[in-house]
DNA sequence: CTGTTAGCGCGTTCAT
DNA sequence: ATGAACGCGCTAACAG
């Protein structure tokens, strides 16, 4: 490995001005600046990162845990908190948890070893606390993105899931529906209680019952498996003519139960949903959805996040960003 | 932040019999590792991963660098890149190069700078060979996934794209499809020009002409504007009565213009392609497609790189795996 | 403008 | 079974 000690004694200088010219610092003679600039070239130096991370003491590393690597809602907040990072010239390691706390701990001790600068965080759940907890005790400071954890105080972007839900319902109820079905991400999830909020509201608002049994609480990520959604749709009695799914998965899967009993949407049954279907919707765009902004999660997020990194420090409020949900209204609901 | 020192100064040893204790190393009697762990518990210490890496010259990173983070065929290949990479207990960074060389260059100072064990690489395209021969030169395992290019060995993982491209272009002859049309990729990329030769063979094959204006060579890449397809579409004449697309990116788009001029698949034109198109495929899965198996492309591909890191120097020879590929034959193509 | 010294946190080598 | 000295590659602080 060449090192700069090679450098200098190539170039006839000390290893200290070898370090000046890579960083730019310092005041170096243009002569010797060229000088050490070709014999850099000449013997294909490139910094040890390591060592510079070791003194410097910050990594220029950041951490990015997304819940599910195969839906386009984080893939694209992925994107949107990437090209904020290289922007500012921090690397971006990416994680995936799966929903599952145990992987999310393993990533945890990833990010503590290898002092990442800092972690924009999408939690798999109120169970994610001792994980912050733990960052915020080795002081690493977070961004929570998209779920918000009780017990701990952040910075976090989030989407209005309780609107969101409401809009959704009052779409539904104007079709004339009105026993409608919500198929919901976990009760440990928040944006799922906002969700679960937002939909009992909406039914109180239009004098509709709220009947538990066309609540199904299931996990916000894909399965192998859809004999739980299967037993719902087969328990459910009467039948609801509407459904709300609570994200873009369970969308997909609630419709691929339906359709294997040979139900249509919309003819037989009205479907509305969180998040954009991705290439679905460019395709054959009929889902009514609440389309959020995923980009603008990651993008505002690390924003965010740069901002607590570069105050290094300095106590400042920790801000809540709710951004808007915009319903999207397509031909997925049938008017009674 | 804590160190061994003062791990070693409150358990009353030395720093090395901490750093022993860590590493489960030497010998060490029962009652100072008991010690040494509860003062570690105590102090909340976690080994700092850059000094390690500094002087052990290896960082247990690695890196997977991909052309599009939002093509379901590329993160699915993630997950598993991540889940055998896991297992050995090596992380794994992810880069997204968007199908440009810049971006890729920019990328691979990250990975030389950051001195990462080994990468695995999906290329950009033929002009990914000098950001190859940089990681050679520089002793960087790397495995390349997806796409050869030429003028450099490395183990590598392919799909069958030329068979692929045949049983295609068999599915629609036998259709009764005649004049067939070519969405492709660059040439520039091996899988692209494989499926182009796949394609000529196969009209060959059944006595048909090879007509240039048939083959639009677009990116594999999404892109914000569709006036290129489009054209395409509109010079063509006789227009096809069938497409092929180079993978689920052109598929869709491609869709999205017919769409637009009206045109049903399969009623008015039938279309058939590469890799699946997500959660498309479980709603309403009507596309015949050539399904490549992308979590094995990780997966392996990822097994194949540790081999080659843990074999350090050894030299052996270069390992070429080619994945099948397999015809789902389901709805898209109208029997002419 | 340039060089010397010291130390970031840890593991290897050689003593004890 | 445990410790002291040294070095991994680099930069901050100071000296000249």
Same mark, same amino acid.
């Given at each position: 490995?060449?090192?700069?000690?090679?450098?200098?004694?190539?170039?006839?200088?000390?290893?200290?001005?070898?370090?000046?010219?890579?960083?730019?610092?310092?005041?170096?003679?243009?002569?010797?600046?060229?000088?050490?600039?070709?014999?850099?070239?000449?013997?294909?130096?490139?910094?040890?990162?390591?060592?510079?991370?070791?003194?410097?003491?910050?990594?220029?590393?950041?951490?990015?845990?997304?819940?599910?690597?195969?839906?386009?809602?984080?893939?694209?907040?992925?994107? =949107?908190?990437?090209?904020?990072?290289?922007?500012?010239?921090?690397?971006?390691?990416?994680?995936?948890?799966?929903?599952?706390?145990?992987?999310?701990?393993?990533?945890?001790?990833?990010?503590?070893?290898?002092?990442?600068? =800092?972690?924009?965080?999408?939690?798999?759940?109120?169970?994610?606390?001792?994980?912050?907890?733990?960052?915020?005790?080795?002081?690493?400071?977070?961004?929570?993105?998209?779920?918000?954890? /009780?017990?701990?105080?952040?910075?976090?972007?989030?989407?209005?899931?309780?609107?969101?839900?409401?809009?959704?319902?009052?779409?539904?109820?104007? @079709?004339?529906?009105?026993?409608?079905?919500?198929?919901?991400?976990?009760?440990?999830?928040?944006?799922?209680?906002?969700?679960?909020?937002?939909?009992?509201?909406?039914?109180?608002?239009?004098?509709?019952?709220?009947?538990?049994?066309?609540?199904?609480?299931?996990?916000?990520?894909? #399965?192998?498996?859809?004999?739980?959604?299967?037993?719902?749709?087969?328990?459910?009695?009467? /039948?609801?003519?509407?459904?709300?799914? =609570?994200?873009?998965?369970?969308?997909?899967?609630?419709?691929?139960?339906?359709?294997?009993? @040979?139900?249509?949407?919309?003819?037989?049954?009205?479907?509305?949903?969180?998040?954009?279907?991705?290439?679905?919707?460019?395709?054959?765009?009929?889902?009514?959805?609440?389309?959020?902004?995923?980009?603008?999660? @990651?993008?505002?997020?690390?924003?965010?996040?740069?901002?607590?990194?570069?105050? #290094?420090?300095?106590?400042?409020?920790?801000?809540?960003?709710?951004?808007?949900?915009?319903?999207?209204?397509?031909?997925?609901?049938?008017?009674?």
């Amino acid at each position: 490995m060449v090192t700069i000690y090679d450098i200098a004694a190539k170039a006839g200088v000390s290893a200290m001005t070898v370090s000046r010219v890579i960083n730019n610092t310092g005041r170096i003679s243009d002569k010797t600046r060229t000088k050490v600039k070709r014999v850099m070239d000449e013997l294909g130096y490139v910094p040890n990162q390591m060592a510079r991370s070791l003194v410097l003491q910050q990594t220029h590393l950041l951490f990015l845990m997304i819940t599910d690597i195969t839906n386009p809602f984080y893939t694209t907040l992925a994107r =949107g908190a990437e090209d904020a990072a290289q922007k500012h010239g921090y690397r971006l390691l990416f994680g995936n948890t799966d929903e599952n706390l145990d992987k999310e701990k393993d990533y945890i001790d990833t990010i503590l070893k290898t002092r990442a600068d =800092g972690v924009l965080f999408a939690p798999a759940g109120d169970a994610s606390l001792p994980h912050l907890e733990m960052l915020r005790k080795h002081g690493v400071p977070f961004v929570l993105l998209d779920r918000e954890v /009780p017990g701990i105080d952040s910075d976090v972007v989030l989407g209005d899931s309780k609107e969101g839900a409401r809009r959704l319902v009052k779409q539904l109820v104007d @079709g004339g529906h009105r026993r409608i079905a919500l198929l919901n991400g976990s009760r440990t999830i928040s944006s799922a209680r906002e969700r679960l909020e937002g939909y009992r509201e909406a039914l109180k608002l239009n004098d509709l019952p709220f009947d538990e049994q066309l609540v199904l609480e299931a996990s916000f990520g894909p #399965r192998s498996d859809l004999s739980e959604i299967d037993a719902w749709l087969t328990r459910m009695d009467p /039948p609801p003519t509407a459904f709300v799914a =609570g994200n873009n998965v369970l969308a997909v899967e609630l419709m691929r139960s339906l359709r294997a009993r @040979g139900l249509r949407v919309p003819e037989d049954t009205s479907l509305v949903c969180f998040d954009e279907l991705a290439s679905y919707a460019e395709i054959d765009p009929f889902l009514t959805v609440i389309a959020q902004q995923a980009y603008q999660f @990651g993008h505002l997020g690390m924003q965010m996040l740069l901002d607590r990194i570069q105050s #290094r420090g300095e106590a400042s409020a920790w801000r809540k960003v709710v951004l808007p949900a915009e319903l999207i209204v397509r031909r997925s609901v049938r008017q009674l």
